[in-house]
């Protein structure tokens, strides 16, 4: 079972190591600020073996007309990953939330933006940096014609087009995303997307002039056809997510956008499902996995089927999010997770009550006192074979100097034996923290690795 070793003053979670099957062991940092990662030589020589791994599978089997773009992948307090990108001519450069659960990319617009329930940790609601289409000469509205129209639009009536007419001056209606936490609306613009390696001309992106609890831009990362990679024509996309301990501070790791053939892989995949022919089009964004089953201490929760993989309507399934911050599970399946941690471990530490009432996580643990304390290894199982042993630090936090609490959450409402619509598991960014994530789409598959990524 992985165990925590406890000291006088808690920050959030540092490394991990692995110790058995069904245990690790982790160490929780004394000061507030990380330590750089040559303090630990542990950490320096994990670093210098995968540096050295990676430089001979090279070496041994280079490749050729391989194209990359590296973008620095920053963690934010509000609970996502920022990027920088560039758009226009000349150049305006904003952040960006990374989202593989969306896909349209859209940047805060024109000098009358606003947005609305914005106050978060360092962000100034009133001073958001926005994109100013008149100081670029690129930019250019999208037509109801055009094309790039119907990928927000599938079937667009442009009234006050003629039926056959190739030219048209009627605008692309005004878009509204709605977001887990928040929306957006503005037009769509054809602009030029700009990489040191490789520049995007009219790129579709979304110019929002008014947003709600969307602190950045955001950039789809998602399966539809007005996404980044699918635009960018990307083979592959990968990113290591640097813990949330870093939160707001100039930390970051890559996050790498392959067009070319070729470059890393990772040594466990799992198949993406076909999407689900739902008349719900967000679906057709996800990233949906199957995921066999879920295992606390080795023990399998038996979480029934239909929640595991979607039906056709699209109730139900498995799909990985950058943009959720803790994993979430429908409550039929999160009750047998937690139950699953309050037997194994409720024997051993008593449960935090009120922390769970304040929080709003469970199952919640005191160990005051404790030197060490030890809890069950929580695995996800994918189909091929592929198996996800999470990190302690990605699935239980230090909320006070003596309680544990558990960072997989559930709406609580029960749908009385059934399934809801939509994915009944998002498998967020916190349960991805130091792994390297491989999508794959040139081969359909996801792939994945517990490493360092800072």
Excluded at 204 to 220: L, W
Excluded at 315 to 321: A, E, Q, R, Y
Excluded at 378 to 393: C, D, I, S, Y
Aim: with cysteine; aromatic share 12%.
């Amino acid at each position: 079972m992985p165990t925590f070793f406890l000291l006088p003053l808690f920050s959030i979670f540092s490394i991990f190591s692995l110790t058995s099957a069904y245990s690790t062991t982790l160490s929780l940092s004394p000061t507030a600020v990380a330590p750089p990662l040559t303090a630990n030589p542990w950490q320096k020589l994990n670093h210098l073996a995968a540096a050295s791994s990676t430089r001979a599978h090279h070496l041994k089997h280079p490749k050729t007309n391989i194209s990359a773009a590296k973008v620095p992948l920053f963690p934010r307090g509000y609970g996502g990953y920022s990027i920088s990108l560039s758009f226009g001519t000349p150049p305006q450069t904003l952040s960006f939330v990374m989202d593989t659960g969306s896909s349209l990319v859209w940047f805060p617009c024109t000098q009358r933006y606003s947005c609305s329930s914005c106050s978060f940790v360092n962000v100034d609601p009133t001073n958001i940096p926005t994109f100013i289409p008149k100081s670029s000469s690129s930019s250019k509205i999208v037509g109801c014609k055009n094309p790039k129209c119907r990928w927000i639009f599938p079937s667009v009536q442009c009234k006050e087009c003629e039926k056959n007419a190739t030219t048209c001056n009627e605008l692309c209606p005004s878009y509204i995303i709605q977001y887990g936490s928040g929306s957006t609306t503005g037009l769509l613009l054809s602009e030029t997307l700009i990489f040191p390696e490789k520049s995007v001309e009219n790129f579709a992106v979304g110019c929002s002039v008014f947003s709600s609890r969307q602190p950045e831009g955001i950039a789809g990362f998602g399966r539809g056809p007005e996404s980044l990679p699918v635009q960018m024509g990307l083979k592959r996309f990968s990113y290591c997510l640097v813990s949330h301990r870093f939160d707001d501070a100039p930390v970051s790791s890559d996050l790498i956008l392959t067009i070319g053939g070729g470059g890393a892989a990772a040594p466990n995949y799992t198949p993406f499902r076909k999407n689900p022919n739902s008349s719900n089009p967000a679906f057709l964004d996800y990233y949906y996995v199957t995921l066999r089953k879920i295992t606390v201490g080795g023990v399998n929760v038996k979480a029934p089927y239909k929640f595991l993989v979607a039906d056709s309507a699209g109730k139900g399934g498995t799909i990985v999010d950058s943009g959720t911050t803790f994993t979430f599970m429908d409550d039929q399946v999160f009750e047998l997770v937690a139950r699953e941690f309050e037997k194994q471990v409720g024997g051993n530490y008593s449960r935090a009550m009120e922390v769970e009432k304040q929080s709003g996580l469970r199952p919640c643990f005191n160990v005051s006192g404790e030197n060490t304390i030890t809890l069950p290894q929580l695995t996800f199982h994918f189909k091929g074979g592929a198996e996800m042993n999470l990190p302690l630090a990605d699935y239980f936090s230090v909320l006070e100097d003596s309680v544990i609490c558990m960072t997989i959450v559930t709406a609580g409402n029960a749908a009385r034996g059934g399934v809801g619509p939509g994915p009944a598991i998002i498998l967020g960014n916190y349960q991805q923290q130091n792994f390297y994530m491989e999508y794959d789409l040139e081969n359909e598959r996801l792939g994945f690795q517990q490493q360092l990524c800072k």
